[in-house]
């Protein structure tokens, strides 16, 4: 069994056929201590995922939701961050965010999504090759969270520049380290929230601290969140989304001849794509899983990369299918949890599924995908393809 901590494995092993052999037989698997981790259990099925993951599971969001955090390795952000915190002041963050969130996508975001995938069109139709990974997929979603947050367009390629380094992409450390480009992140952060504590916009910022009245520190550890949420995982979903359309010829077809399809076709790329692979949880008593006893305070990884390829929910779960339904994936979490992010990542999806089936005919590969070496997303470096337009 590998280390599924170990970043290296997903930038040279394609998961899948284990993910089948660990949801086929149910499995709880215990990963040991290593350089970055504790050691932790994982579970793998649509099943026991959505268990762990339920709002009357005994676990806890509170010490970190990713490997290598864990009752002695806690987030810093624990129980001010909305991933990372549970009961009040969660469902606090939660309507604070929705609230403005909800009438952002009616307006400006639904026409910077527009706006950015015209220019997309415009410059893929003047490349022999482009690589969607290299710049469109981040781009996109970059541009959503930037207007959602405030950010002023002259920042906003930095910002997405520092992104990139602090996902782990790209592969050359010496370039810029992750928890550098983190701290750069935060430092903008704060900054940005000193101006508009001073001249609040119609922004999320403005909002959490004016409307809201979240204290300066806990707005910034949770748009530190939101960034990272809206910017890295939808970037590899909308990645995700060209890959699939490449080794599926008739998917466009499909989705061009019955607009009904839209809808499920941008549930399928959320399915096939998982762009956060894994959530962690931590036993907040001793719980037994498919009867194998978990200690009190045990990191328990879920693996939503695998839980959406489960036969037994998912008929053909390694076809990509855009007519599939239903559709019960997890790539949004599960329960309290549950992305609040969701909808506006299915609004960047849909409308670029929507211009593709409108401007491309066949989306043809251009070479071999490279993925990520990274364990936190399930995403590429490079994603070469070539566009047959109409």
């Given at each position: ?90 469902g606090r963050l939660r309507a604070a965010i929705n609230s403005h969130l909800t009438r952002a996508m009616s307006g400006p ?282």
């Open positions: 069994m590998p280390d599924l901590g170990d970043d290296r494995f997903y930038a040279t092993t394609d998961p899948t056929a284990l993910w089948r052999e660990l949801v086929d037989a149910d499995a709880v698997v215990w990963t040991g201590p290593d350089s970055g981790h504790n050691g932790f259990w994982s579970v793998f099925s649509h099943r026991a995922c959505a268990e762990v993951l339920a709002g009357d599971a005994p676990f806890t969001s509170e010490y970190g939701m990713f490997i290598g955090f864990d009752r002695q390795n806690p987030d810093s952000g624990g129980g001010r961050m909305i991933v990372v915190s549970e009961g009040e002041w969660h975001l639904a026409a910077v999504v527009e706006a950015e995938l015209r220019d997309f069109v415009g410059r893929a139709r003047a490349e022999e090759v482009t690589d969607v990974a290299a710049r469109f997929a981040s781009s996109l979603p970059n541009t959503v969270v930037c207007e959602l947050l405030g950010v002023p367009v002259e920042d906003r390629e930095r910002l997405r520049n520092l992104t990139g380094y602090a996902v782990g992409a790209p592969d050359d450390p010496a370039r810029m380290s992750p928890s550098t480009a983190h701290l750069e992140i935060m430092v903008y952060f704060s900054e940005l929230i000193r101006e508009r504590l001073r001249r609040p916009r119609e922004d999320l910022v403005s909002h959490l601290l004016h409307d809201a009245g979240l204290a300066p520190n806990d707005v910034l550890v949770n748009c530190d969140n939101i960034f990272a949420a809206g910017n890295a995982t939808t970037q590899f979903s909308v990645a995700g989304a060209f890959h699939a359309l490449a080794t599926t010829p008739q998917a466009l077809d499909l989705v061009r001849g019955d607009h009904k399809a839209v809808r499920p076709a941008v549930e399928e790329v959320l399915r096939w794509t998982t762009p956060g692979p894994h959530v962690l949880r931590v036993a907040v008593e001793d719980v037994q899983i498919n009867g194998q006893r978990i200690a009190r305070d045990s990191p328990v990884v879920t693996w939503l990369a695998a839980a959406n390829r489960d036969p037994r929910v998912f008929p053909d779960p390694d076809r990509f299918d855009v007519r599939r339904h239903p559709n019960r994936h997890l790539s949004f979490g599960f329960g309290p949890h549950y992305c609040v992010g969701a909808a506006l990542a299915r609004m960047e999806l849909r409308m670029l599924v929507e211009v593709l089936a409108a401007e491309v005919r066949r989306v043809w590969p251009a070479g071999e995908p490279q993925r990520l070496r990274a364990n936190k997303v399930n995403g590429y470096r490079r994603l070469p393809v070539r566009f047959e337009w109409r």
